[in-house]
C-alpha cells in the first residue's frame, strides 16, 4: 500500500540553526513527490516538487529512491519558516496524492 | 487569476442530514481533487475528476460521493451524515491531467451535531 510518513510531529529549532524535516515513502511505482506548507492563518500551498529541483526560500530535498526518502532541509532556518509542513506522493498517472501527517517546524528566536 | 474558491465556508448539521459542498477551480484547471482533513487522520484523499470523470476514490464510505461540472466547477455530497464526519474539507485543483500542483481552496468547516 502506498503510504509517506513524517516521523516527527514537532520539530523546534533555534534561528540559523539548520532543519530537516524527514519523509518516507512506500510505493511501487515510480512516485512524483512534493513539499506543502501551510503558513498560520493561510491555506496549503506548494513548497517545491522534485522534478522541478528547485529551491524555494532556501528549502532543498533530494528524492532517494533507495532510501525511498524525501527530506526537507534548509541550512539557516528563520522565524518565518514556521508552519506545517507536509509531505506528499502523487501516484504514476496523478490521480491520486497521499499526504503524510505533516509536521509542525517551529523557529524559536 | 482568482484562487480556488470554496462554498460555504462554515456547515452544521445534524446527524442523518445531508450536505453538499462547493469548489470552484482556478481558471482554465480541470482536475479537481477533495480532501478530508482531520485532526486524527491528517489530510485524506476522497476523489478527484478530471474532465467531469471520477478519476480516482480515496477509502471512504459510499456515503460520500462527488461530481464535476463542464465548467470544472466541483461539488461533493455526504448523505447521512454521521458525527465522524466533522472535519475541514479541502479542494484542490490542478492544471494538467497528470500529477502536478495542486492549489487548494480555504476549506469548509462541517461541524455534525
Known amino acids: 500500500a502506498q503510504r509517506v510518513t513524517q516521523p516527527e510531529k514537532l520539530l523546534s529549532v533555534f534561528k540559523g540553526a539548520p532543519v530537516e524535516l524527514k519523509c518516507n515513502y512506500s510505493y511501487s511505482g515510480s512516485p512524483e513527490l512534493f513539499w506543502y506548507v501551510q503558513y498560520s492563518r493561510q491555506r496549503l500551498q506548494l513548497l517545491l516538487r522534485h522534478i522541478s529541483r528547485e529551491s524555494i526560500k532556501g528549502f532543498t530535498a533530494d528524492l532517494n529512491k533507495g532510501e525511498t526518502s524525501f527530506h526537507l532541509k534548509k541550512p539557516f532556518a528563520q522565524e518565518e519558516d514556521s508552519a506545517m509542513y507536509y509531505c506528499a506522493l502523487t501516484q504514476t498517472g496523478g490521480f491520486k496524492t497521499i499526504f503524510g501527517a505533516g509536521t509542525r517546524l517551529f523557529v524559536k528566536a | 487569476k482568482a484562487g480556488v474558491t470554496q462554498t460555504p465556508r462554515y456547515l452544521i448539521k445534524t446527524r442523518g442530514q445531508q450536505v453538499t459542498l462547493s469548489c470552484s477551480p482556478i481558471?482554465?484547471?480541470?482536475?479537481v481533487s477533495w480532501y478530508q482533513q482531520t485532526p486524527g487522520q491528517g489530510l485524506q484523499f476522497l476523489f478527484e475528476?478530471?474532465?467531469?470523470?471520477?478519476?480516482n476514490k480515496g477509502n471512504f464510505p459510499g456515503r460520500f460521493s462527488g461530481r464535476q461540472f463542464s465548467n470544472s466547477r466541483s461539488e461533493m455530497n455526504v448523505s447521512t451524515l454521521e458525527l465522524g464526519d466533522s472535519a475541514l474539507y479541502l479542494c484542490?485543483?490542478?492544471?494538467?491531467?497528470?500529477?502536478?500542483?495542486?492549489?487548494f481552496g480555504p476549506g469548509t468547516r462541517l461541524t455534525v451535531l
Open positions: 481558471s482554465g484547471h480541470r482536475s
Open positions: 475528476y478530471f474532465s467531469e470523470t471520477q478519476r
Open positions: 484542490a485543483s490542478s492544471l494538467t491531467s497528470g500529477p502536478d500542483t495542486q492549489y
